[in-house]
């Protein structure tokens, strides 16, 4: 059993940066492949970023790349999400998942969520 709980959401201008952290409870969270999505307001949840479980391998979503870095530190049991030069359309419920298996883009491949963080970016 692994418990998620993300923080360092909140509200912050266009330009703007935030670094989300989700920290887990566990042994086993070296293990594994860790992502972070987003539920922007009436939309469907979305791929953001993931990691695998060594830390060398990272994927993201076009919309994000060059802008968004996901990092893990396995001694800390925590993967982060540093999100730089935020748009309005980054606005969305920030949700860390763990333990992907099969396709690790998608939602329903995740085991275990956390319970979300809210990021609000004004134009």
């Known amino acids: 059993q692994v418990q998620l709980v993300e923080s360092g959401g909140g509200l912050v201008q266009a330009g703007g940066s935030l670094r989300l952290s989700c920290a887990a409870s566990g042994r086993t969270f070296s293990s594994y492949v860790m992502g972070w999505f987003r539920q922007p307001p009436g939309k469907e949840r979305e791929f953001v970023a993931v990691i695998r479980a060594s830390g060398m391998i990272t994927y993201y979503t076009d919309s994000v790349k060059g802008r968004f870095t996901i990092s893990r530190d396995n001694a800390k049991n925590t993967v982060y999400l540093q999100m730089n030069n935020l748009k309005p359309e980054d606005t969305a419920v920030y949700y860390c998942?763990?333990?992907?298996?099969?396709?690790?883009?998608?939602?329903?491949?995740?085991?275990?969520w956390g319970q979300g963080t809210q990021v609000t970016v004004s134009s």
């Open positions: 998942a763990a333990g992907a298996i099969g396709d690790s883009s998608d939602p329903k491949a995740y085991r275990y």
